[in-house]
């Protein structure tokens, strides 16, 4: 996991090079769904998930989360658990913006607690900073509480990712050696306790953030309704149309956001009836990976890597 750009699909591909998908270019998001990647490595069946960040280009924090929502109970739900979680952070980046701050928080909430200590924080891009600013930024990342230093507190690891295929397979290999399952602090909460992703900690983050947004688009209009008020007692047409344009925008705006807070009022059957077909699909092809790993497993391959 991780932000936008931060190297998610690029670390995979260092994993399992023939898995090479598409990586961003960029600001834009570029992996739009979760998705499997599956490799073997020291007579290990290894699925590296990939997915996409928060803030994402394209769609809205509650839409995301409900990719990883659905991915993770109905994985949990049909008996698979997690060996780890990455979380990727660019080192290029001189201070936690606000959405690699919100990302971090939502992350946070979405492995709860119990997760902490299988949790790997990896920072990527080292080739471009100067070894000084990313010693620099590292001690920030690590001793800012807020950033990694409560995770850390609680167990998590820091690694250094330099963007190649040791670098990559040194962080799988640790997780994997653990030969510790973890079930995430969402998983627990939908599968487990039955709560509506609203009601998870995860989604009440995401809530939170888009309520904040609301406010501050509402806060917006209302400004725009009195200058609409003077452009008008005024005669000037021009601005008033401008206005009103401003005015759909944030309308719009307002419209997404309610949007998305309903849709977090959506339980995990639901979830899973809604993507039931994908759903089957997918753990039919897991299944059939994890037959052929076995199979593979005795004769120690290397290198082969499948795609879901
Ligand atoms: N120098 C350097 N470039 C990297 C590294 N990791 C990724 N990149 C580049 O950064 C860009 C973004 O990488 P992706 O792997 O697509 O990032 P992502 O996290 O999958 O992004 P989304 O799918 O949008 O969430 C690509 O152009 C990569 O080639 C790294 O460790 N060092
Ligand atoms: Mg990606």
């Not at 998983?187 to 983050?205: F, I, P, Y």
């Amino acid at each position: 996991m991780g932000v936008t750009g931060a190297g998610k699909s690029t670390f995979i591909s260092r994993c399992c090079p023939s898995a090479v998908g598409s990586a961003s270019d960029g600001m834009k998001s570029c992996t739009q769904d979760v998705r499997t990647y599956t490799f073997h490595h020291s007579g290990k069946t290894i699925h590296l998930i990939d997915t996409p960040g928060f803030d994402d280009t394209y769609r809205t924090d509650s839409d995301v989360l409900r990719d990883l929502a659905y991915y993770l109970t109905s994985s949990y739900g049909s008996g698979y658990k997690l060996s780890g979680i990455i979380y990727l952070h660019p080192i290029t980046h001189n201070r936690l913006t606000g959405t690699a701050f919100k990302n971090l928080r939502t992350f946070r909430k979405l492995c709860g607690a119990q997760s902490m200590s299988s949790i790997v924080l990896a920072t990527t891009m080292w080739s471009e900073v100067t070894p000084e600013v990313g010693d620099a930024r590292e001690v920030e990342l690590k001793e800012t509480a807020e950033f990694w230093g409560d995770m850390i507190r609680e167990g998590s690891t820091v690694y250094r990712h330099t963007d190649d295929h040791n670098s990559a397979i040194n962080i799988i290999s640790f997780l994997a050696d653990r030969d510790t399952k973890t079930v995430l602090g969402l998983q627990a909460e939908m599968v487990d306790q039955k709560r509506s992703l609203e009601d998870t900690e995860a989604g009440r983050e995401v809530d939170k953030e888009m309520s904040q947004q609301r406010e501050m688009f509402e806060k917006r209009l209302e400004l725009t309704r009195q200058e609409l008020e003077e452009a008008i007692a005024a005669k000037d047409d021009q601005h008033a149309r401008e206005i009103m344009q401003e005015q759909e925008r944030f309308e719009s705006k307002l419209a997404a956001i309610q949007q998305g807070r309903e849709e977090l009022r959506i339980s995990m059957e639901a979830l899973i009836a809604e993507k039931e077909k994908r759903h089957k699909e997918e753990l039919a092809k897991m299944n059939e990976q994890l037959e052929t790993g076995a199979a593979l497993a005795g004769a120690a391959m290397a290198g082969g890597c499948t795609v879901t």
